[in-house]
């Protein structure tokens, strides 16, 4: 019998598959969604231990900074490559168009929905009725009232016009998501019309976008030491004992987005065809680090990944959840119309119906376009209480514990961006529904 001497890549690879059948580790390593858990819990921890330390700030918070600004570097990068491909592979200026504007119809309609429910569910509890403000601890609020003059002097028509940048290297440095958006289409149809000769172009952005993807991925790695870092602050800044007295609005709000998400959005998911607990069950780990850091764009570039792989075209999804970052916040809307009726009724004031149809319009203008705007939310409320006759120092009062609720809403917008994302492509007919994905890190 003659001796078969293997090749050394045959024995390497012999040795590589008895390595990994014989290397089992010793303690499994928990999924990414339990080790963000285990991040938030910690940092709860911490911040409640050492409330008040300034060792927090100086060793813990970086930790939260450096995640945060990892994130901030992929996501331009990322909606224009997705953008630009996709635009490209469809070519159809009109197409585009009726993408368009069936996406902000919708929006529109969501969103004013998300705030008549705000007002219900303020107007039914009275979260606001019953507390004694001289029993509540004020919070500075000066670094809103900065950004409130711009958002005051903000309309409908101003959001449309500063869509188009005058100049495209100062709105990437902005990270300004509508003029991004603007250029990327125009870019994109750009490629469309040079047929052929365009194509070397289209594989390059679509080799940046896969590029992008796995960098976020790499990212991700880290995402519970940020999610850690950014708790221990803000528990340790604001401390738990500043929730007590304002434990029922807090109640409300969550009461409020529990069943806008189940009830709502479970609606309009079965409407076009889904199961809303696919989809929840397809960004577990999106929503805990959504919920983790009050952020939706730590989130963005996954979001974008996965709804592609749960069958949005990629034109579809690459327009719909970055132009929904800043028409499409129902969390935000929600929050903003039960904080508005609170205050009311904190300061003893009853709004009439008319003044509440009053509030529900201007809520509506000076919401949209101003998500680079930082605590939007807060910002919006400065510019739209005074429209209604609520003292707009009383925000003061509900600062401190503006986080936690900050993290409630912010699952609503990316849940609500995901389920537009199906909307809009089912509406399109272009829905290519598959398997739920198993895309974890």
Known sequence: MTDIDPSAEQVAHLDYESHKQHKKPLIPMPSLAWQIVIGLVAGIIVGWLFSGQAWITTWIAPLGDLFIRLIKMIVVPIVISTLIVGVAGTGDIKALGRLGGKT?????????????VGLVFANVLKPGVGIELSGLTKTDISSYVASEHTVAHHSFVDTFVHVIPTNIFDALAKGDMLAI??????????????????KPLVSLFGQAAESMFWVTRMIMHIAPLGVFGLMAVAVSKF?????????????????AMFTFIFV????IARWVGV?????????REELILAYSTASSETVLP?????????????HIVAFVIPTG??????GSTLYQSIAAIFLAQLYGIDLSIGQQVTLVFVLMLTSKGIAGVPGVSFVVLLATLGSVGIPAEGLAFIAGIDRIMDMARTVVNVVGNALASIVISRWEGQFCETQTPDMTV
């Open 264 to 267: 709502v959005f479970g609606s």
């Open 181 to 198: 958006i603007f250029f990327s289409v125009m870019f994109g149809l750009g490629l469309a019309s040079l047929g052929e000769k365009g």
């Open 302 to 314: 996954r979001l974008i990944e996965k709804m592609q792989g749960f069958g949005v075209p990629k």
């Open 275 to 283: 199961r809303l607990f696919d989809i929840i069950r397809l960004l």
């Open 104 to 116: 902000l119809l919708y929006f529109e309609l969501i969103t004013t929905f998300a705030i008549l």
């Open 239 to 255: 401390g738990l004992t500043a929730l007590i007295p304002l434990v029922k609005l807090v109640g409300v709000v969550y009461l």
């Open 325 to 330: 970052y800043s028409f499409n916040l129902d």
